[in-house]
């Protein structure tokens, strides 16, 4: 079994401030771990992914995210916002063979203030 | 979105009657899936398919049916939709079982009157 639990629903940062969006997760094997974003009326896009090669992994946009074992957790993070950042990010654990066992979390909508 | 496409973007229909959405793909991918997006529970998994007429069930499938005659075309159908399948339904392939990085279409925004 696995799940992930985005600790936020709504985040809300001042442009050039630094992001972090909250996910952890739980599962019975070794996961592959990812960050999509979906901005208004789009698909989602991959920021990321995890998958055991190193535990800090960059993204596009500036994005990154730290695999923490210990933690079971995985929080995106940006420096520095931009208003392009503004969306929806979701948190997704593969912890067994096959995207059919994809789980996504239930989202996070930044928010970014002028 | 380049390489997958979904139709209708949108569409209102009344309780009841049949509804058919398609995606369409130019990636030649093998694996497509469908999926459903409602506040509070992120994406649900409903079918998904792994080749040609190869389907199986996803988390939450009651109610849906899919067909694949083609590998660029995977076809969502809810033979009497209800007004709990008012959703956002988003189509997304992926290259391989173990590829793990799906691509999303723009999403088909169907309203159950």
């Known amino acids: 079994a696995q799940s992930v639990t985005q600790l936020d629903s709504h985040v809300s940062v001042s442009e050039g401030t630094p992001v972090l969006l909250r996910c952890n997760y739980s599962?019975?094997?070794?996961?592959?771990l990812f960050w999509y974003v979906q901005h208004p009326n789009k698909g989602l896009q991959l920021l990321l992914k995890y998958t055991s090669a190193a535990t800090l992994v960059k993204g596009i946009n500036g994005f990154e995210a730290e695999f923490k074992k210990s933690e079971t957790s995985f929080h995106l993070t940006k420096p520095s916002a931009h208003m392009s950042d503004a969306a929806e990010y979701f948190c997704?654990?593969?912890?067994?063979?096959?995207?059919?066992?994809?789980?996504f979390g239930t989202g996070t909508r930044l928010t970014i203030i002028p | 979105d380049a390489g997958i496409t979904q139709s209708p973007r949108h569409k209102v229909t009344e309780t009841g009657t049949p509804v058919t959405l398609r995606c369409h793909q130019t990636?030649?991918?093998?694996?497509m899936y469908w999926y459903r997006q409602d506040p509070g529970h992120g994406l649900r998994l409903i079918h998904y398919?792994?080749?040609?007429?190869?389907?199986d069930k996803g988390e939450v499938s009651d109610g849906y049916s899919v067909s694949r005659s083609k590998t660029e075309d995977f076809l969502l159908t809810l033979e009497s939709a209800t007004s709990s399948q008012t959703s956002v339904y988003f189509c997304?392939?992926?290259?391989?079982?173990?590829?793990?990085?799906?691509?999303f279409g723009a999403g088909s925004r169907l309203t159950v009157l």
């Open positions: 997704v654990v593969s912890g067994s063979f096959g995207n059919e066992k994809l789980t």
């Open positions: 398919s792994y080749g040609v007429k190869d389907t």
């Open positions: 599962s019975s094997y070794s996961p592959s």
């Open positions: 997304a392939i992926s290259g391989g079982q173990l590829d793990n990085v799906l691509t």
């Open positions: 990636e030649n991918h093998r694996y």
